[in-house]
């Protein structure tokens, strides 16, 4: 396959930016957190769809790491802590081949050596609980970008998996919104509603992410990004980083995972469980009822789509390994990136507009919103407004 040696090649000098990889939940849930008994300077293709072979394999140059906690986590700020724990852990582990990056500066500093650029994201509104010293604290110790919510509403922002409650953001959300941009960090507005998405294209004046969502006019699930919103990253300055989950990319997927979640749930997990257990379930179900594949041609449609209506300057890339049951054929897991970048190839993408893709965009819109902050910081105080001032005493 000619075009991909020409993927390896141009991913081995703009490599992949990944924008969601939910490796450290998969530690906390496998090992709590034990990195001895995943040790991913190893092959743990048993286990994890992730480990540094691969991604060096795979062609990854940084990656932004999920410190996610569940919604339902008793105390989601000390869980995101030590998911932020986890992901120094790591680097402290493994200095030669990741490199902890803050900054847009970092990120191509540990390209020219390297290295694989880690970054942090948290994965939900909920890790701050209505705090923006939360907020604050969060960005203090490596958080780059925050996703407004995950699979359920918070107080002030509704989910695209939720029944909706706030109608997009609420006056508190908009605050939320404009200390991000103050601090630096960027909005994230993957899992979030279209409303909300809306809402925070409105109140950001600074360029948002999608971190992992594909197009929803490809594959109407409402994890993924409307048309009328990606015709406005553009005039954002926004990347929007394409999932390869195959329950967004694939419709008959879509209706395969409804039902497999029900089964699970049936069956006493929840339906985001990758434990051997859930998977044993999953195993079983899959054998009475055969699960429709997702290919990379699915994924590569999804992007020519998003090229059309945002155009090429606005994608990126957010796998979501580790935080997946599935992955699509021939993106099994971080090894696979070049045959993304292969097919892409294939179907007419010039090299200039596969570095956009795979390394420019990203690193471009970090250092957007850092520009943001330094004006923003010089004329705005750090916001003490509460949600209970903005949004009345219910929140």
């Avoid at 994201?121 to 970008?145: D, W």
């Avoid at 509603?193 to 600074?206: E, Q, Y």
């Avoid at 690193?363 to 001032?389: F, K, M, N």
Wanted: charged residues 25%; contains cysteine.
């Amino acid at each position: 396959m000619p075009s991909l040696g020409e993927a390896r090649e141009l991913l081995a000098e703009f490599p992949v930016v990944d924008g969601h990889n939910d490796l450290p939940w998969a530690l906390r849930e496998q090992v709590r957190y034990d990195l001895d008994a995943r040790d991913v300077s190893a092959d743990q293709s048993a286990h994890l769809h992730t480990d540094i072979p691969r991604l060096r394999a795979g062609g990854v140059g940084a990656q932004y790491w999920s410190v996610y906690v569940r919604t339902d986590s008793p105390d989601p700020v000390a869980a995101t802590l030590e998911q932020i724990d986890c992901v120094r852990r790591l680097l402290d582990r493994h200095p030669g081949d990741l490199c902890p990056a803050l900054t847009a500066a970092d990120m191509e500093a540990a390209r020219r050596e390297g290295r694989i650029a880690s970054l942090m994201g948290a994965e939900g509104g909920h890790s701050i609980a209505n705090s923006l010293g939360t907020l604050r604290g969060l960005y203090a110790l490596g958080v780059r970008y925050l996703t407004l919510t995950h699979n359920d509403n918070v107080d002030w922002a509704d989910s695209a998996t939720d029944v909706p409650k706030a109608g997009g953001l609420t006056a508190f959300g908009r605050e939320v919104v404009r200390e991000m941009n103050r601090l630096g960090m960027l909005v994230d507005l993957s899992h979030v509603a279209a409303t909300t998405m809306r809402d925070a294209l409105d109140a950001s004046s600074a360029p948002v992410v999608f971190s992992h969502s594909s197009a929803r006019a490809v594959c109407d699930h409402p994890r993924n990004i409307p048309d009328d919103v990606l015709e406005r990253l553009p005039a954002n300055g926004g990347v929007a980083m394409v999932t390869f989950v195959p329950k967004f990319v694939l419709r008959a997927a879509v209706d395969w995972t409804a039902a497999a979640d029900e089964n699970l749930r049936a069956h006493g997990f929840h339906h985001l469980d990758t434990t051997a257990e859930a998977m044993e379930v999953h195993r079983a179900f899959e054998e009475r009822h055969p699960r429709p594949v997702a290919t990379v041609s699915t994924v590569a449609d999804h992007l020519d789509h998003m090229r059309e209506v945002a155009g090429v300057d606005h994608l990126g890339i957010g796998g979501d390994y580790d935080g997946t049951a599935f992955t699509p054929a021939g993106l099994d897991d971080v090894s696979g990136y070049p045959n993304l970048i292969a097919e892409l190839l294939d179907r007419g993408w010039s090299k200039a507009d596969l570095t956009k893709l795979t390394w420019k965009n990203a690193v471009r819109v970090l250092g957007a919103a850092e520009d943001v902050a330094r004006g923003l910081r010089a004329t705005r105080p750090p916001s003490h407004a509460t949600i209970e001032a903005l949004d009345g005493p219910a929140g």
